[in-house]
């Protein structure tokens, strides 16, 4: 026989069934995936809690909450500091309005523009001591000093001495200085006389006893005030080196009270009454102050014992005044004398008077209450 060709078999590419215990087959396994055609390997799925088996990953999970009770704690506590930050100053105020001493001042006169504010420095015979009566001849209570505060609409703010020698028309009295309209009728008739001189309808007024300057200014540590002479004045006790200094209580009540040692005489006393005055101020409001709740107490104590206003004057209005003052006397502000003829006038009966100079005076106070005083007054002889 001749040999037979040979034949190649195929063998099939899957895998014959195989059978598991007891006769049965498994099912038939699905082909291999080719190798290019293979699907990458997955990284392990996130489960969230909760959800099922498999789920894709989500965005990070949020921090925990914090809880509730110590969020609400935390609103406590900050509601309770601002309450003591807002109580505080309130409370503060309210007491001090109730320890004002208020009297009848204010006149029936309508109303100007702007907003006024007369200030009175009094003091009476018997706070001085027996021998020192070199200040004037008016007997009983009397006022050193005589300050017109005006705040106009628009414009600069005013802050006008007012000489205590000021020979003035004194409504019922006639011509007298006016220093005298408060001996004569009070805290009413000075005002009056002062709103007849100036055409400004006086808004709030307000009375500083002489006496509480010391207190004031002893609260405060002392203020620094400034005088370019030496004085030895045994009349007001002024004992000074030029220059300027730290006054302490009496030391300040003295520098406001000194005239006959001054060359300027009542126009010089006015100009340091007005530099006290604007130094308690600038003192009072310094943060060291008005952060420090004692001496914030001792400070309200020693003012309003020495404080008299009108009956619609409270201390809301004091704190517009403090801070009028410090606008006027400031860089934004003007502070003088009203134009003056003489400060050695004789009308007679009265002995030395300041004479105003009356065809100046309308057109001043004009300017003033449009809020564009004059750079400067000149005196006279």
Same mark, same amino acid.
């Given at each position: ?107 029936? +006169? ?81 005002? #009056? ?13 307000? #009375? ?9 200014? #002893? ?30 209580? #009496? ?32 003192? +009072? ?97």
């Amino acid at each position: 026989m001749g040999d037979r060709p040979q034949r190649t078999r195929v063998m099939p590419t899957h895998n014959p069934p195989s059978y598991a215990p007891g006769g049965h087959s498994q099912p038939p396994q699905a082909p291999a995936t080719p190798p290019e055609y293979a699907v990458p390997a997955q990284p392990p799925t996130h489960q969230e809690p909760g959800g099922p088996p498999g789920t894709p990953p989500g965005p990070p999970a949020a921090p925990a909450r914090r809880p509730k009770r110590r969020r609400k704690r935390g609103w406590l506590v900050f509601t309770f500091i601002l309450v003591l930050l807002l109580a505080w100053p309130i409370g503060l105020a309210i007491w001090a309005n109730g320890k004002l001493n208020h009297i009848d001042a204010l006149s029936t +006169a309508a109303a100007t523009s702007g907003t006024t504010y007369l200030l009175a420095g009094s003091d009476s015979r018997a706070e001085l001591e027996a021998g020192d009566t070199g200040f004037d001849q008016t007997e009983g209570a009397r006022t050193d000093t005589i300050l017109l505060l005006h705040v106009p609409e628009d414009g600069q703010t005013s802050l006008i001495s007012l000489p205590r020698d000021s020979y003035v028309d004194i409504p019922g009295h006639g011509q007298s200085k006016l220093n005298a309209a408060y001996s004569w009728g009070g805290p009413e008739l000075l005002v #009056e006389s002062v709103e007849n001189l100036s055409g400004f309808t006086v808004d709030h007024y307000v #009375e500083v006893g002489f006496a509480g300057i010391t207190n004031i200014v #002893e609260e405060l540590g002392g203020v620094e005030l400034c005088y370019d002479h030496d004085v030895s004045d045994k009349r007001s006790k002024l004992d000074w080196e030029a220059g300027c200094h730290v006054a302490d209580g #009496e030391t300040a009540l003295a520098f406001a009270r000194m005239r006959y040692a001054d060359k300027e005489g009542d126009i010089g006393r006015t100009d340091r009454q007005r530099q006290l005055i604007g130094a308690i101020t600038s003192s +009072a409001s310094e943060a060291g102050t008005l952060l420090n709740p004692a001496r914030q107490v001792g400070l309200v104590n020693a003012g309003t014992n020495s404080l008299t206003v009108d009956n619609n004057t409270n201390i809301w209005h004091l704190g517009k005044l403090a801070l009028a003052f410090r606008k006027a006397t400031g860089s934004d502000g003007w502070s003088g004398t009203p134009p003056i003829a003489s400060t050695n006038y004789r009308p007679g009966g009265v002995g030395s008077a300041v004479q105003l100079d009356s065809d100046a005076l309308p057109g001043f106070f004009a300017d003033v209450a449009a809020g564009t005083p004059p750079p400067e007054t000149e005196s006279g002889d």
